[in-house]
């Protein structure tokens, strides 16, 4: 309409954007966007746009790098030391039997993920428990079980390290994923136990 001053679209850039929606009252909602893209159509022009492939569908993953926000994760059986994460690391202690961290509501194809990726560290407790477990649930099994879980050990003797489920070579992962749950030790006896980041890779 003549209201930029050049033609030549190399002269724009995408210099910002935003994206939200309305929530009434105090709740806390969680929002997953898939297949952004951003279409330029030029007025006038004969020829049909460029065809680009579909980028990938970007999968989630929880950084926990803000203060006080657990991302949509919930806490059962621990309790949050420093009123949520902070300073990039959620700090829990787990103080008896099946300590769990419930994820948000997702919608991810499980073809598309082959593992999930957790950083952690242990700080205590008997080895028997040392073991981290990973379910999911899926919009045709909507239930945890152990049947959709895999267990891995843990290390006992904190430090930070990185555990891996991998997921796509298990019999029950399939169809569309809409809830994690970890249960980042079999049980604890007081001590303290850290997430840093859950990465769907």
Do not use: C
């Not at 030029?42 to 460029?50: A, D, F, H, N, R």
């Not at 993920?113 to 099994?141: K, S």
């Not at 152990?146 to 399939?174: C, D, L, M």
Request: proline residues 7%; aromatic residues 8%.
């Amino acid at each position: 309409r003549g209201l930029l001053r050049s033609a030549d679209l190399a002269d724009y850039r995408m210099g910002g954007m935003n994206m939200g929606w309305e929530v009434p009252g105090l709740h806390v909602v969680t929002m997953q966007v898939r297949n952004f893209s951003l279409k330029i159509e030029t007025q006038g022009s004969t020829e049909p746009p460029p065809t680009t492939p579909e980028p990938p569908t970007s999968l989630p993953s929880f950084e926990f790098d803000v203060a006080g926000d657990s991302e949509g994760w919930t806490p059962r059986n621990l309790t949050e030391l420093n009123g949520g994460p902070s300073n990039g690391l959620w700090i829990l202690r787990a103080d008896g039997a099946d300590p769990q961290l419930v994820g948000p509501v997702l919608k991810v194809d499980s073809q598309g993920v082959a593992e999930i990726a957790v950083r952690a560290a242990n700080n205590g407790n008997a080895l028997a428990a040392a073991t981290m477990q990973l379910f999911w649930a899926t919009t045709d099994d909507p239930s945890f079980s152990e049947a959709k879980s895999i267990r891995i050990p843990i290390s006992n003797t904190g430090g930070w390290r990185e555990y891996v489920f991998q997921v796509s070579e298990h019999a029950r992962w399939g169809g569309e994923i809409t809830k994690l749950r970890l249960d980042p030790i079999a049980y604890g006896d007081g001590h303290a136990i850290g997430i840093d980041y859950i990465r769907l890779r």
